[in-house]
């Protein structure tokens, strides 16, 4: 834990397993970890291909981990807007 936050480790590259194993569990909707694959499965085809440098596949990991941290923490969030919302229906007058 660092700041009193959980920490996930996220492994990116052509050897790498895929997105939907590493974060199988998340609560991230699978449609959208499969997205997340192709994402990382193309900028490693790029690389590999000879198509793009290895600074433009490291920006472009860096980028892409960058939303997934906001597919988490959007996850995350969505349970207490449900129990909110949940809590303020309740104590509304019949």
Known sequence: ??????TMQIELGAL??????????????????????LDANAI???????????????AARKKLLRTIQGAVTQTLREPLRNVAGTAEASTTPA
């Open 16 to 37: 790498a397993k895929p997105l939907t194993e590493q974060l199988a569990g998340s609560g991230i909707d699978h449609k959208k970890l499969q997205v997340f694959d």
């Open 1 to 6: 834990m660092l700041n009193g936050h959980k």
């Open 44 to 58: 490693s085809r790029l690389y590999v291909r000879g198509l793009i440098t290895e600074s433009q596949a490291t």
